[in-house]
């Protein structure tokens, strides 16, 4: 049974979509048995555009829209990545009009496990790279997982904003999914030497636990998402890369897998 980890956090460019895709792609490679599938929940599509390519909008009828409406079996929602073992379910411009839809509904918050149920099997580990707000998509994506992982960049209003996380995090698993536990905060985008940085941890640290692992900036993401390339094919030594990898072997003991193999 797959086990499902939602990458949320309700502020924009904080690197959720660039930690799914490099957390996507260190499990795909660094587990080779493991089969991954990667669902796009956020309208802009980023992640969609990168695996896939960005020109053309992909049919709403084989995107995540299908999956939220059931109209589809959900296996016939899978698009190959260049990975053999790696799939995404894409995001849909079309997507904005099912938030609505969502929200009128009795059952709106429980679609996306619902169809989750009928994918579980094929899989070993389902990310939800979550849009940019704390939207009836992202309830969805809270009801639906296993594990919560908090992508954030230190400032007065990231903290702000994990309050509202956890606080929605309470709700849902009080009324929703008792199951749902929140991995950690990840520290994006980080410059560790600035002693603001240093002095907000604390803080943070009161309202949600920090991952060891933190990701620093390069370059080199930028263009590897311009090139349509993964980290680790583009720069599989860069620090960027060796710290997703690091990420990876931090998160996989709450799989229940064994280590990266060459890695303590
Ligand atoms: N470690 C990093 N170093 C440099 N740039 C990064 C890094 N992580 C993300 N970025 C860039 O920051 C921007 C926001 O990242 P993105 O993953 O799209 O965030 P979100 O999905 O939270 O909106 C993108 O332009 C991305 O390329
Ligand atoms: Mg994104």
Redesign the pocket.
């Known amino acids: 049974m797959a086990t499902v980890l939602s990458i949320t956090?309700q502020?924009?460019?904080?690197?959720?979509?660039?930690?799914?895709?490099a957390l996507a792609h260190a499990f795909a490679r660094f587990f080779p048995e493991k089969k991954i599938l990667l669902i796009d929940l956020?309208s802009?599509r980023?992640a969609t555009s990168i695996l896939l390519g960005g020109a053309k909008d992909i049919p709403p009828e084989v995107s995540v829209h299908a999956l939220f409406q059931a109209s589809k079996p959900t296996s016939a929602l899978l698009h190959q990545t260049a990975v053999p073992n790696f799939f995404i379910i894409p995001s849909s411009l079309h997507l904005v009009e099912v938030e609505s839809q969502l929200s009128g509904a009795l059952d709106g918050f429980f679609k996306l496990k619902d169809a989750l149920e009928g994918l579980k099997n094929e899989f070993d580990l389902i990310l939800l790279?979550c849009p940019?707000s704390l939207s009836v998509i992202t309830i969805n994506a809270m009801v639906a997982a296993d594990f919560l992982l908090v992508?954030l960049q230190i400032s007065k209003f990231s903290i702000d904003g994990i309050q509202n996380i956890r606080d929605a995090v309470s709700t849902v698993n009080r009324r929703y999914n008792a199951n749902l536990k929140i991995l950690g905060g990840c520290l994006?985008?980080?410059d560790g030497r600035t002693t603001l940085a240093q002095a907000m941890i604390p803080e943070v640290e009161k309202i949600l636990p920090i991952l060891k692992t933190s990701?620093?900036?390069?370059?080199?993401?930028?263009e590897a998402?311009l090139l349509r390339q993964d980290i680790f094919e583009y720069a599989p030594h860069n620090k960027?890369a060796v710290?997703y990898q690091n990420l990876a072997q931090e998160l996989v003991p709450h799989f229940g897998w064994g280590a990266i193999e060459g890695m303590p």
Do not use: F, M, W
Request: glycine letters at 6%; aromatic letters at 0%; hydrophobic letters at 30%.
């Open positions: 956090n502020k924009g460019g904080v690197a959720k979509t660039t930690t799914s895709l956020d802009q980023n790279d940019p992508p994006t985008l980080h990701i620093p900036r390069s370059v080199a993401v930028e998402h960027v710290a």
